[in-house]
């Protein structure tokens, strides 16, 4: 079979670089810390003013009442992790993690409070 020349160097590139992808689970790469994945509530620093909850484009984050004081809680199963909530907080309540293997069995199982 004929290589054309053109792509020779290409193909023995391909062969002797390292490759670009991991055996994850078994191998890890750190995320970066900008990632945005689950987030994590500070429930000192809440003032209980639902902007989170106004500004959630998905309905992720809604305010309830627990333990006598209104909070928010996050559904993971509709948030979009875009972070707006973290954005809308005042008092830096949410802060967003790299956290991002989230998966889960059951519905309802990845909340947030
Ligand atoms: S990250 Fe976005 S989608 Fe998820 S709870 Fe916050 S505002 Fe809602
Ligand atoms: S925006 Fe911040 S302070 Fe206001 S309810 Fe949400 S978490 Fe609490």
Redesign the pocket.
């Known amino acids: 079979m004929k290589v054309p020349g053109k792509m020779l160097p290409k193909i023995i590139g391909f062969i002797v670089r390292k490759p670009v992808t991991v055996l994850y689970p078994k191998q890890r790469l750190t995320p970066p810390e900008t990632l945005?994945g689950k987030?994590k509530f500070h429930l000192d620093r809440c003032i209980s003013c639902g902007l989170?909850a106004r500004?959630?484009?998905?309905?992720?984050?809604t305010m309830h009442e627990i333990d006598g004081k209104k909070r928010p809680v996050?559904d993971?199963d509709?948030?979009?992790?875009?972070?707006?909530?973290?954005e809308?907080c005042p008092k830096d309540a949410?802060e967003?993690t790299s956290e991002f293997e989230l998966a889960h069995y059951k519905k309802g199982e990845a909340i947030v409070k």
């Open positions: 945005r987030m989170c500004d959630c484009p998905s309905a992720a984050c996050f993971l509709y948030c979009t992790f875009c972070a707006q909530c973290a809308s949410i967003m």
